[in-house]
């Protein structure tokens, strides 16, 4: 049976990375994974938003990509260094600091692809988001912090599971599949997950490619590629067969693919 979250929009989907920053938004200051980056993308159109869970030193799962607060705010501390309010008077000036609870809360029409950063923050990801499961997936580069989360929700008392993808251990092995042409195995490989969500090629190794996108399908598994800016390569991407773009611009994508 098909997870709740992809009941929406028929796909290709298109996934708001880390929210909407428009040119515009960048100029007057406004950062990623931001309160207003969320509302932008809301306000675009986006029914997928994705983006990064990290805690904070008194424990609030926070939306926030990196482990430390230099590239967005320069300052040099971890997210885990700082208290909530903390970040919140750095995050004053790019568009607001955003909590997981007030993410949840605040676009409850919002379907959310949640990418737990931090191994500590799986378990309250995985409780938070318990009575939202039916419009969350989970994932991490780490199979272990996703599995980690998804327990955490069912802990919670999660009525469903919520949807997941696969991590990093998971993609290489279905990589190593396809290369050997086995849909058995690659059947086997995505058991247990929704989609595969990976970048178009890695270095010089090609990740997506047809026979990859026909193996996932024939396991009822969606491929989402990221991170597609270009909209002549979001064009490709879906004439390809790929389910969902994952793009810096919902608002191009949105209109390219349309």
């Given at each position: 049976?098909?997870?709740p979250?992809?009941?929406?929009?028929?796909r290709?989907?298109?996934?708001?990375h880390r929210g909407?920053?428009?040119?515009?938004?960048a100029a007057?200051?406004?950062?990623?994974?931001?309160f207003a980056a969320?509302?932008?993308?809301?306000?675009a159109?986006?029914?997928y938003?994705?983006?990064?869970?990290?805690?904070?030193?008194?424990g609030v799962v926070?939306?926030?990509?990196?482990?430390?607060?230099?590239?967005?705010?320069?300052?040099?501390?971890?997210?885990d260094?700082v208290s909530?309010?903390?970040?919140?008077d750095?995050?004053?000036?790019?568009g607001g600091?955003?909590t997981?609870?007030?993410?949840?809360?605040?676009?409850?029409?919002?379907?959310?692809n949640?990418?737990?950063k931090?191994?500590?923050?799986a378990?309250?990801?995985?409780?938070?988001?318990?009575?939202?499961?039916?419009r969350?997936?989970?994932t991490?580069?780490?199979d272990?912090?996703?599995?980690?989360?998804?327990?955490?929700?069912?802990?919670?008392?999660?009525?469903?599971?919520?949807?997941t993808?696969?991590?990093?251990?998971l993609?290489?092995?279905l990589?190593g599949a396809?290369?050997?042409r086995?849909?058995?195995?690659?059947?086997?490989v995505?058991r247990n997950v929704d989609?595969?969500?990976?970048?178009?090629?890695?270095g010089?190794?090609?990740i997506?490619t047809p026979?990859?996108?026909?193996?996932?399908h024939?396991?009822?598994v969606?491929?989402?590629v990221?991170?597609?800016?270009d909209p002549?390569d979001?064009?490709?991407?879906?004439t390809?067969g790929v389910d969902?773009?994952?793009?810096?611009?919902a608002?191009?994508?949105?209109?390219?693919?349309?």
């Amino acid at each position: 049976m098909t997870h709740p979250w992809f009941a929406g929009p028929p796909r290709p989907r298109v996934l708001a990375h880390r929210g909407l920053v428009t040119p515009d938004g960048a100029a007057a200051g406004i950062a990623e994974n931001s309160f207003a980056a969320v509302a932008e993308a809301h306000a675009a159109g986006a029914h997928y938003v994705e983006s990064d869970c990290h805690l904070t030193r008194d424990g609030v799962v926070v939306l926030f990509h990196d482990p430390d607060l230099s590239r967005v705010t320069g300052d040099t501390r971890r997210v885990d260094e700082v208290s909530l309010r903390t970040l919140a008077d750095l995050m004053s000036g790019h568009g607001g600091v955003i909590t997981l609870e007030q993410a949840l809360d605040a676009f409850p029409d919002v379907h959310w692809n949640l990418d737990v950063k931090a191994a500590a923050a799986a378990e309250e990801v995985g409780r938070i988001v318990a009575p939202h499961a039916a419009r969350v997936l989970v994932t991490s580069f780490s199979d272990d912090r996703r599995r980690a989360a998804l327990a955490a929700a069912a802990a919670a008392g999660a009525d469903l599971t919520p949807a997941t993808s696969a991590g990093t251990s998971l993609v290489s092995r279905l990589v190593g599949a396809v290369s050997l042409r086995s849909r058995r195995v690659a059947r086997r490989v995505l058991r247990n997950v929704d989609a595969v969500q990976v970048p178009e090629r890695q270095g010089r190794l090609r990740i997506v490619t047809p026979r990859l996108i026909d193996y996932a399908h024939a396991a009822g598994v969606e491929v989402h590629v990221w991170t597609v800016n270009d909209p002549d390569d979001m064009t490709r991407l879906v004439t390809m067969g790929v389910d969902g773009i994952v793009t810096d611009r919902a608002d191009v994508a949105l209109r390219t693919l349309s």
